[in-house]
């Protein structure tokens, strides 16, 4: 912030209350005025922009975004990619741009140019992510060049076999002091376990799994 206007003043202002008063409406506007300069100023560049900058930007590329789904950093992505998306294209620069949305090794595009046939396998489990892959894909390849979409996803589901006993003490013995309605019938004892073991998914995607021949689950070693 810059100096108070007020020490760009003759000393002999400063005791007046009104032009005490006026300096500090005057320190208040010229505030906002920084303020709204370094706004503009960063606005300029997508990465530094703030909410409204995005949204000029999106305006630009006529892109519809969804803020309740999307957030803010996606959306700056999304532009820096469409901004990129430029000629010539070739398949290392499809890879790149497919690594800079989805991230480093969640993303293959293969193409069998004696089939013409466009193969990208993705690790995405985000509706928008998606979205912007095929737009994507569909702006850099050759319209004679078949796209094919397969989805790679990892993961697993931990089971586990538990069994337990719990000691009952009865209390409705003879010759004790148990009485009716004020005693209970029984104890409960404190839980025992007597065997525990993890039962691993054998069902994965993007594995040898097979239907019909392995397991659906592998039981590993107790503990």
């Known amino acids: 912030m810059a100096d108070p206007v007020m020490s760009n003043l003759p000393t002999y202002y400063h005791d007046i209350i ?19 300069i370094e706004r503009a100023f960063n606005n300029q560049f997508v ?3 703030d909410e409204y900058g995005v949204k000029r930007h999106e ?20 532009i820096i990619s469409r901004y990129s998306t430029t000629p010539p294209f070739t398949i290392r620069f499809l890879r790149n741009r497919l690594d800079y949305l989805v991230g480093e090794g969640r993303v293959t595009a293969d193409i069998d140019w004696l089939n013409l046939v466009l193969t990208v396998t993705a690790s995405v489990d985000n509706a928008s992510v998606f979205k912007e892959i095929q737009h994507t894909i569909h702006s850099t ?10 989805t790679s996803l990892c993961d697993g589901i931990v089971f586990e076999e538990e069994m337990y006993k719990v000691p009952l003490t009865r209390m409705t013995r003879l010759s004790t002091q148990w009485r009716l309605g004020k005693t209970p019938f029984m104890q409960l004892g404190e839980k025992e376990i007597i065997h525990r073991a993890p039962l691993k998914r054998s069902t994965k995607l993007s594995t040898g799994w097979r239907l019909g021949r392995t397991a659906f689950v592998e039981q590993e070693a107790e503990v």
């Open 18 to 36: 009104d032009f005490i008063e006026i300096t500090k409406a005057e320190d208040i506007e010229f505030a906002n005025v920084e303020e709204a």
């Open 47 to 49: 990465m530094t922009s």
């Open 59 to 78: 305006k630009i590329l006529n892109i519809v975004a969804d803020p309740t789904i999307e957030t803010l950093d996606f959306r700056k992505k999304r």
């Open 141 to 150: 390849k050759p319209a004679n060049v078949v796209y094919f979409q397969k």
